[in-house]
């Protein structure tokens, strides 16, 4: 089975902090993505990469970037974090063509 | 973004009761996706769609490609503990590499 494997399940960081999400997926998948999920909103897409050093904006990218120099691993970065960036942040991954995500397990990110 | 309208938005139900939702979308999709997220985990891949009228089953589960392309239905038949989550739609349409999500809905198993 494809595994996508977030560094941290639970983070707390100070506003203004700049924060590192991890992301790494082990079955070569072209595609990786970063997602935000809140309550009543559903996942909302930040960023994605359909190749290495790739990137493409999401709906919500404003507050975040992305880094993905190799390509088993997609990283999300908040410049400076603030305490509305406060959420469950998911990555996933897909091979080409029309196949489903595989999702990592979640970073749930306090910012105080 | 586009969001889906996936309803309900939760449900509370007995153990062994069947349990229907749906997804509908003003675009047209492709691809249509059921996800399920138990607390605390990323969604986890359910059933996958990809033609129009296709009925795909996995378990106690089935799941429909609206004709129209632009809804989709998830069914579980004599539901057990284990069901207790919240249950995501997702489409995709031709040539986008993205994925829109439904707001999804939350099952509740009563005692």
């Known amino acids: 089975d494809v595994k996508v494997t977030q560094s941290s399940r639970y983070l707390v960081k100070r506003t203004g902090e700049k924060v590192f999400l991890e992301c790494v997926q082990d079955?070569?998948?072209?595609?990786m993505f970063w997602y935000r999920q809140d309550p009543g909103l559903g996942l909302r897409l930040i960023y994605f990469?359909?190749?290495?050093?790739?990137?493409e904006k999401g709906d919500i990218p404003e507050g975040y970037s992305v880094s993905r120099e190799k390509k088993e691993r997609f990283s999300l970065i908040l410049e400076s974090a603030s305490t509305n960036q406060t959420s469950m942040y998911l990555c996933?991954?897909?091979?080409?063509?029309?196949?489903?995500?595989?999702f990592g397990s979640g970073t749930r990110l306090t910012v105080v | 973004g586009q969001q889906l309208n996936q309803s309900p938005q939760s449900m509370f139900i007995q153990e062994g009761e069947d349990v229907s939702m749906n997804c509908t979308s003003s675009s047209i999709f492709n691809t249509w996706l059921w996800y399920k997220q138990d607390p605390g985990e990323g969604p986890v891949l359910l059933i996958a769609?990809?033609?129009?009228?296709e009925l795909t089953s996995n378990g106690r589960l089935t799941a429909q490609f609206g004709i129209t392309r632009k809804d989709s239905f998830l069914n579980i038949s004599a539901s057990i503990p284990s069901d207790v989550g919240i249950y995501f739609c997702?489409?995709?349409?031709?040539?986008?590499?993205?994925?829109?999500f439904g707001t999804g809905t939350r099952l509740t198993i009563i005692p």
């Open positions: 079955m070569d998948h072209e595609n």
């Open positions: 997702a489409g995709r349409d031709f040539g986008n590499e993205k994925l829109t």
């Open positions: 996933a991954s897909r091979p080409g063509g029309y196949r489903g995500y595989t």
């Open positions: 990469s359909y190749d290495v050093k790739m990137k």
């Open positions: 769609l990809y033609k129009a009228g």
